[in-house]
């Protein structure tokens, strides 16, 4: 977090609400937050721009305020010759990618922060991420110099040539030459498969190169082509990963939930900032491999992380929080890391036997002899090496979190980015519906639903989103992110409560998303609203990183939507998406992990499964234990207008429609006969 001083005069971002911003708001640095007053002074004055990209939970980014943001002589060259924007990354999501693919133009590998100079026309012509004082000041003269001076003309064309390069579509960029696909195959689809297990470590799970980053939508389609294929190979590497990583370092082992990524090879030594984004994510991830393995490993992972969520990223009103810092203290880590006398003091006799469990020495694995706390091996056989009773070792695990995890809170906490972001609370709330579908753990379905309703009073404007909220305030119109991710989870707590409004509501936003960033040329969707800001390019995206690409995303729904409204227009809408990207998700799937799950969900589609009756919430619940990622669930207690449920009458017993290909089995009364015919239908 900032250390700087709050006796300096506050510069513009001090009337912000992002929490990024506000670390910046005593700065001497003389920072604008992007907007037409910072673009238009540079204009006026025809001063180059520098615009400084971050958030609230990057280390980096708090290194470079410290050594430079901070200093009034790099603040005194800054202001002189440049006009400054501070941009939080995570509320403009839309500026952060057209800067960050202008770097990566440049032949610059990008990062956070990221440190982008442009023209007084917002033209990019020179960028970095992380720059130490010296080299950064040396930079900015040297630039000041040449633009004022004869070099103008050449900055301000090569300026001209990068934003030339930034007009080129993503679509036309990266599949130039593929044919759209004509259909799926099952060949094709198992030369994707076999391309993206070129990637995987064999030995500790996950992809073969650190740093390594959890990746959540590579290994929640490998659960699919399990599905699909049943091949043990495929479920033995997703559950090597998903073990490695819930015994590693970059999950918590006092507290729960998961770090951002693990700087090693062996998801041991984590970069400590929690981000909501991964952990709604794994919350899925995990809940689904449970209802294909039933490993308690996973149910325990699930249980600590929504205490997690709940304990600490969770506002009175039922917003989740963004992040927590890595920093405390302004040490890395440094709030969950233990020293062995610490565990000593801490646990009395019981310390030996914690110390071994948690592979904690008085060396440490970390800095100033401290431990990141972290297993190696399953509990059956901890037990059994140590001549303990399974339920003896559970219920000693159980307290030593609880007394560790008190000591911790007395210590000073990393800093909370405090803003609500509506497509990564839409990312939670999924994971609490999965959560609930595979445990029926009533508190899992209580928080999604407070937080569903939050997103409702709170960042809705008849049919729009909001991006971000903070005290009281929602602000900045939503991205196809938000509405994407908002979308998906509103028909996931459909399918988990039959309540009819959240489909409504799903169709609702669907329809705007049509209207307002449909690009039909390309049958592709824009990041941006038609009634946006206009940057010097407006972008799609169609890669999925550690967060799905809004493209994909919004294909999935499409699909899901279209089968419950059988709106035909919807389904064909989603695979002329995938078709546009399918020869590149077939070679580099790695990086469009979710078109391959839309691809498995093309190539063996699912069945509708409609319950009516007094008992549609208990056989809803029964199913739903079951992993049916391609099958969509539909019911109610009364009578219903919806497509799949209309002129169904509701009698006194409990009935089970499944139907596929419009066509529908006779129906059954049992979730047992109902999987028969589901099982009957995979093959």
């Not at 951002?260 to 981000?275: G, I």
């Not at 020293?339 to 036997?353: A, H």
Request: hydrophobic residues 40%; contains cysteine.
């Amino acid at each position: 977090m900032s250390t700087a001083s709050p006796t300096r005069p506050a510069n513009r971002l001090a009337h912000e609400t992002s929490p990024y911003l506000l670390q910046h708001a005593h700065n001497p640095v003389d920072w604008y937050p992007w907007g037409p007053a910072a673009l238009a002074r540079a204009q006026t004055e025809q001063k180059p721009i520098v615009v400084s990209i971050g958030y609230a939970a990057c280390h980096w980014c708090h290194v470079m305020e410290r050594e430079s943001f901070e200093n009034e002589q790099v603040a005194q060259v800054m202001n002189a010759h440049f006009v400054c924007i501070k941009v939080d990354r995570e509320e403009r999501p839309d500026v952060d990618q057209v800067y960050m693919e202008a770097v990566q133009a440049m032949g610059i590998q990008g990062g956070w922060p990221l440190n982008v100079i442009l023209t007084p026309e917002a033209k990019p012509f020179y960028g970095g991420t992380y720059f130490p004082p010296g080299s950064w000041v040396k930079l900015l003269e040297n630039i000041a110099q040449a633009y004022a001076g004869e070099h103008r003309a050449e900055l301000d064309n090569s300026a001209e040539r990068f934003a030339q390069v930034l007009q080129i579509s993503e679509l036309e960029k990266y599949t130039a030459g593929d044919a759209p696909g004509p259909t799926v195959s099952v060949a094709e689809f198992q030369l994707l498969v076999y391309n993206l297990g070129l990637r995987f470590d064999g030995e500790r799970g996950g992809t073969n190169r650190a740093p390594k980053f959890p990746m959540p939508g590579i290994w929640r389609f490998l659960l699919r082509a399990h599905h699909l294929s049943g091949s043990p190979n495929i479920l033995a590497q997703l559950n090597l990963t998903l073990r490695e990583m819930a015994w590693g370092g970059i999950y918590d082992q006092v507290g729960g939930g998961f770090a951002r990524y693990s700087v090693d090879a062996e998801w041991l030594v984590p970069h400590f900032e929690k981000m909501l984004y991964d952990n709604g994510q794994l919350l899925s991830l995990y809940s689904e491999a449970f209802q294909v393995t039933r490993d308690p490993l996973y149910r325990e992972v699930v249980f600590q992380t929504v205490n997690w969520v709940r304990r600490e990223l969770t506002n009175p009103e039922g917003g989740f929080y963004s992040s927590l810092d890595a920093d405390s203290e302004g040490e890395e880590g440094k709030f969950y890391v233990w020293t062995r006398e610490e565990l000593q003091l801490l646990l009395g006799d019981e310390e030996p036997m914690a110390a071994a469990y948690y592979h904690c020495t008085g060396v440490g694995n970390w800095e100033h002899g401290r431990n990141i706390l972290h297993r190696r091996q399953r509990d059956e056989e901890f037990a059994q090496a140590h001549n303990l009773e399974p339920h003896l070792l559970a219920k000693l695990i159980h307290g030593w979190q609880k007394t560790l995890l008190a000591a911790r809170a007395k210590r000073v906490r990393p800093g909370l980015d405090d803003k609500v972001l509506t497509g990564w609370n839409a990312l939670m709330l999924s994971g609490l519906v999965a959560a609930y579908r595979a445990f029926g753990e009533a508190e899992f379905l209580t928080l999604a639903l407070h937080n569903a309703n939050f997103l409702q009073q709170n960042l809705r404007e008849g049919p729009r989103l909001y991006r971000t909220w903070k005290n009281g305030r929602a602000t900045i119109n939503g991205f196809l992110e938000d509405y994407a991710l908002v979308i998906e989870a509103y028909v996931s707590l459909y399918e988990a409560t039959f309540t009819e409004s959240w489909l409504r509501e799903a169709e609702t936003l669907t329809r705007y998303v049509l209207d307002n960033f449909f690009d039909a040329a390309e049958q592709l969707f824009y990041y941006t609203d038609a009634s946006a800001e206009p940057l010097i390019a407006r972008k799609k995206e169609l890669f999925d990183n550690v967060i799905p690409g809004s493209n994909s995303v919004m294909a999935h729904n499409l699909l899901r939507l279209g089968r419950h409204l059988e709106n035909t227009e919807y389904q064909t809408l989603a695979a002329a998406m995938l078709s546009q990207v399918q020869a590149l998700a077939a070679k580099e799937p790695q990086h469009l992990a979710n078109w391959a799950s839309l691809y498995a969900a093309l190539l063996r589609p699912g069945a509708e499964v409609a319950i009516t009756g007094p008992q549609a919430e208990a056989r809803r619940t029964e199913l739903s234990r079951h992993f049916l990622p391609h099958d969509i669930l539909a019911g109610s207690l009364t009578t219903s207008e919806l497509p799949l449920l209309a002129g169904r009458s509701v009698a006194d017993k409990t009935i089970i429609y499944v139907c596929r290909d419009r066509t529908c089995q006779l129906p059954v009364y049992s979730v047992a006969e109902a999987l028969a015919k589901l099982a009957l239908g995979k093959h």
